[in-house]
């Protein structure tokens, strides 16, 4: 049976010819693909755009509607024409695309961030 990482929730420890290693591995390989050298559209956005791209990641806002409703402060990304999102954990850097800024996850949620 798999176990969990504590910190990007990767799966690891599958036995040899075990059961769902396959879709275990996806998962894990698209996590990494949305969070690490995260880089973001947009954190201000409320509901998902009209025409999203795969790829694309935002952090969700406060008071979010339709599919991004209940995912305030996480990571939206489109994979294969659907979203998917990530919690983030204390730590995470990431680059706001609309802002030119570097923003950091705290305990409190995103700072507001600095210009680079």
């Not at 999102?85 to 961030?113: I, M, Q, T």
């Amino acid at each position: 049976m798999a176990s969990t990482d504590p910190n990007l929730g990767l799966s690891y420890g599958w036995a040899q010819g075990e059961h769902n290693w396959n879709g275990g591995m996806d998962a894990n390989l698209k996590r990494l693909g949305a969070v690490v050298g995260l880089s973001v559209k947009d954190r201000d956005l409320t509901a998902p755009p009209a025409a999203p791209i795969d790829g694309e990641r935002y952090i969700v806002a406060a008071g979010a509607t339709g599919a991004w409703a209940g995912k305030s402060g996480q990571v939206a990304v489109r994979i294969a024409g659907a979203w998917e999102y990530h919690v983030p954990k204390p730590g995470w850097l990431c680059f706001l695309e609309d802002e030119n800024k570097l923003s950091v996850y705290k305990a409190s949620g995103w700072s507001p961030g600095i210009a680079v």
